[in-house]
């Protein structure tokens, strides 16, 4: 390997091509100059050539136009070189004359800008090359049209070049103006194109310097082929694709500006001359074409900058999953609905959505709420307004224009938030909840107002479990205790306010003791006892669950465990600890389970975790908490077994031990009917697959008779024992060190016990 890289051709083509012009420069003229421009101009046109057909060949025949504009430039050349300097004008001349408008379409087509046309550089070059067209044909080419010394076409010819530079100039202004990035091939591009019209400028108007510069400014034309077909054959595009947003920038707006005062600054120079040779046809007419052309970009720039306001405000106003207007837009359209006459506002919040997002996925989450969105929108009528309010949350503005029709919505919305929604494969049940708030029942309340009591109403919809609730006044006091009880909860967390007591768990045949499940008391400071039924959910609600519920599990383990030191055989064979959903979708979980059985020295299997059938409904998360206790050893009870989604699918798909069969049913067993139906089909269901129901709520001697011949084996109630701080477990006989879940049982009768002291 050499250390040194060969350089790209391009690179290579152009120090050499620039290095050969410069020497050019320095020849005097004769046959070899002739010859080395010759070659060079030709090796330009080659590179162009094969660069085109290379490497650019969406864009050949604007580069074939280019080489023939070099061909012809270097036919002028020749001839010029044949014929010397004696005639005027020569056959050279109309070579070089004829080669311009070939480089400048070429150029233009190189490095045009797609877009629209108002937009697009035609009109720039074309403001551009009046203005300076005006000041050319003033001081330049007028002079020289209307000079009679001068045969007709000699003066043709002379005006012909500062006009070609008109056009160079109209051509290269907008490409110099251009913003956004410039590729490589765009810059060697445009320094070819500026050299060249510099070269014309001292040529038209410094006749004076060429005697002394000449061979420079016909070096830099050289210069200018160099560069064009470096151009042609480096890698990058010379053309890019339309940029997005506003092309006229500052310094397009100062030539812009400059263009348009290009014509009072000549008429100015003109008076203070005293020439008065103006002439009034090319500058007035001129003058009227810029206006009209600066007029026309400028409108198509308002214009665009009124559709960009119009996109901006509907971005800011809709909601880009569902496309329905968002909660700004909401409330302005609620407004204007609110003043027409009475309407229910419904608030709708997709209970079930997160658990959508954990199990199938964000996309299939985004696909339901696009699924109910659509749904809303085909369930409303002209002049009702619907809007996403939230991640799971929808609006709803209900016109009341007949007496019962805002009814007649809020129970259509409710059939059909029923039903499953249908997003790609899946049919999901969403569990919406809906607030309704009453403008008329509400008052004269701000929409804010309306829209805040519907959502309290919603909130309550969720807390009570239920589909609907409508607002009342009431509900405000119950969110505000609900919210009071929120706060209570982390004082008393830190105060250490909670307790826990322990209900027994028996054996239905001999009532002795086989475990205890352990459950949470709160003292509370101004109230006294608070039920955990109140303020479990409050606590789920913001989070503190995971704490509390940390609490009660580090607690009875160790409470277990001193029962295990202390009793020895007389000892619960396990203890059973609730454990609400939201502990269980907190990261980490089963590995502070797995820690606080280690730190108290217990076997897991005596840990059995509650976990209720909604709980794992959701699946995610949840579900996989489950799993990872189970595979550590810790056993499993579905809680509430019945009351649930029962969906007997659940029991298939997660490791359950035991079955809790809810209190509902036990509390009917005795009365007959549907209810004891099914505590009969649940025993069969938990035998079937070898799990062990456990029948809760046991309050008569008759139920637990009758679970008995039903062939219930465990059973948990106040006939055996009440929840209390320490029950005692001698009075039963004891479980047996060996006797875990499913273990042997001992003979023995049922034991009154203590009294309730939760
Ligand atoms: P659960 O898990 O179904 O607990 C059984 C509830 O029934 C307990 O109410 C218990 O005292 C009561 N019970 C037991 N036997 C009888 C009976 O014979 N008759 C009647 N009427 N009731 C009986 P409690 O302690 O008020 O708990 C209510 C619910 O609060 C529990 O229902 C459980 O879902 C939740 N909970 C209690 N402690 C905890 C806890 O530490 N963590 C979590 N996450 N939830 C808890
Ligand atoms: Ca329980
Ligand atoms: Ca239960």
């Not at 040194?4 to 003229?29: M, Q």
């Not at 043709?156 to 109209?170: F, H, I, Q, S």
């Not at 890698?235 to 100062?254: F, K, N, Y």
């Not at 990261?587 to 730190?599: L, Q, R």
């Amino acid at each position: 390997m050499t250390g040194l890289r060969r350089p790209p051709w391009w690179l290579a083509w152009l120090v050499g091509g620039a290095a050969v012009a410069a020497g050019w420069s320095l020849l005097p003229y004769g046959v070899p100059a002739v010859v080395c421009s010759t070659l060079l101009s030709f090796a330009a046109c080659t590179v162009m050539v094969v660069g085109a057909r290379r490497r650019h060949r969406d864009q050949q025949p604007a580069w074939y136009i280019f080489a023939a504009g070099v061909v012809t430039w270097v036919a002028g050349d020749l001839v010029y070189a044949v014929q010397g300097e004696g005639t005027y004008p020569s056959w050279a001349d109309a070579f070089y004359l004829g080669a311009y408008p070939l480089l400048v379409i070429a150029l233009f087509l190189l490095t045009r800008r797609r877009g629209p046309f108002w937009s697009g550089n035609l009109i720039d070059s074309a403001i551009v090359a009046i203005s300076v067209g005006i000041a050319y044909w003033t001081f330049v080419i007028e002079p020289i049209v209307v000079d009679d010394s001068q045969p007709a076409l000699a003066r043709a010819v002379t005006a012909g070049y500062p006009t070609m530079g008109v056009l160079l100039c109209a051509l290269l202004v907008p490409m110099l103006l251009r913003r956004g990035p410039r590729t490589a091939g765009m810059w060697l591009l445009t320094v070819g194109g500026v050299v060249t019209l510099t070269c014309n400028t001292v040529y038209t108007l410094l006749p004076a310097a060429m005697y002394s510069w000449g061979s420079f400014v016909y070096g830099g034309y050289l210069l200018a082929y160099v560069c064009w077909a470096a151009a042609a054959i480096h890698p990058s595009p010379t053309l890019l694709p339309a940029e997005e947003g506003d092309s006229l920038g500052w310094s397009r707006l100062l030539a812009l500006l400059a263009s348009m005062l290009m014509v009072p600054a000549i008429l100015l120079v003109q008076g203070e001359r005293g020439t008065g040779a103006t002439s009034w046809l090319a500058v007035g007419i001129g003058s009227m074409a810029l206006f009209v052309l600066v007029v026309t970009r400028m409108s198509g720039y308002i214009a665009r900058a009124h559709s960009q306001a119009r996109r901006l405000h509907d971005l800011a106003m809709r909601d880009d999953l569902t496309g329905l207007p968002n909660r700004r837009a909401f409330e302005e359209e609620a407004i204007k609905g609110v003043a027409t006459g009475p309407c229910r506002l419904i608030m709708v919040d997709l209970a079930g959505f997160k658990h959508v997002n954990d199990r199938l996925g964000r996309a299939a989450g985004d696909q339901a709420l696009a699924a109910v969105a659509t749904l809303l929108r085909a369930s409303l009528r002209e002049g009702d307004a619907v809007a996403r309010m939230g991640a799971d949350e929808f609006a709803v503005l209900a016109l009341d224009t007949r007496a019962g029709e805002g009814d007649a919505v809020v129970t259509r919305l409710m059939d059909l938030l029923r039903r499953p929604i249908v997003s790609g494969e899946h049919e999901l049940l969403l569990n919406a909840r809906l607030g309704v708030a009453d403008s008329l029942e509400c008052g004269a309340v701000p929409v804010s107002e309306l829209v805040r009591r519907a959502d309290t109403a919603r909130y309550a919809a969720k807390a009570a479990g239920s589909q609907l609730m409508v607002y009342t006044a009431e509900l405000d006091a119950r969110s505000d205790a609900t919210a009071q009880l929120g706060a209570d909860l982390r004082h008393s967390l830190d105060d250490g306010d909670f307790r826990v007591v322990y209900q027994p768990i028996v054996d239905l045949d001999t009532g002795r003791f086989r475990a205890c499940e352990a459950l949470v008391r709160w003292h509370h400071p101004v109230r006294g006892m608070v039920s955990p039924v109140d303020f479990v959910p409050v606590a789920e609600d913001n989070g503190l669950i995971v704490e509390l519920g940390e609490f009660v599990m580090r607690t009875s383990c160790w409470k277990f465990a001193a029962w295990r030191h202390e009793l020895g055989r007389h000892a619960p064979s396990y203890i059973s600890v609730n454990v609400s959903a939201r502990q269980l979708s907190e990261p980490g979980f089963p590995e502070v389970v797995a820690g606080i059985i280690a730190e108290c020295g217990m076997e897991p299997a005596e840990l059995l975790v509650e976990v209720t059938e909604t709980a794992l409904f959701g699946g995610g998360t949840a579900v996989h908490a489950v799993e990872t206790l189970h595979e550590t050893g810790v056993r499993i009870a579905l809680d509430d077994f019945g009351t649930g989604h029962s969906s007997l699918g659940l029991l298939r798909t997660v490791p359950v031990d035991v079955l809790k069969v809810d209190k509902s049913f036990v509390d009917e067993i005795t009365a007959g009917g549907g209810r004891a139906v099914i505590v009969d089909a649940l025993i069969h269901v938990s035998k079937g697959l070898g799990l062990r129901a456990v029948a809760e709520g046991v309050e008569t001697e008759e139920q637990a008779n009758y679970l008995r011949e039903l062939g219930y084996e465990y059973a948990q109630g106040y006939l055996f024992g009440k929840p209390v701080p320490e029950p005692s477990f001698r009075d039963s006989g004891g479980a047996g060190p060996d006797d875990q879940l499913g273990g042997q049982l001992d003979p023995g009768g049922l034991q009154p016990l203590t009294v309730d002291q939760a």
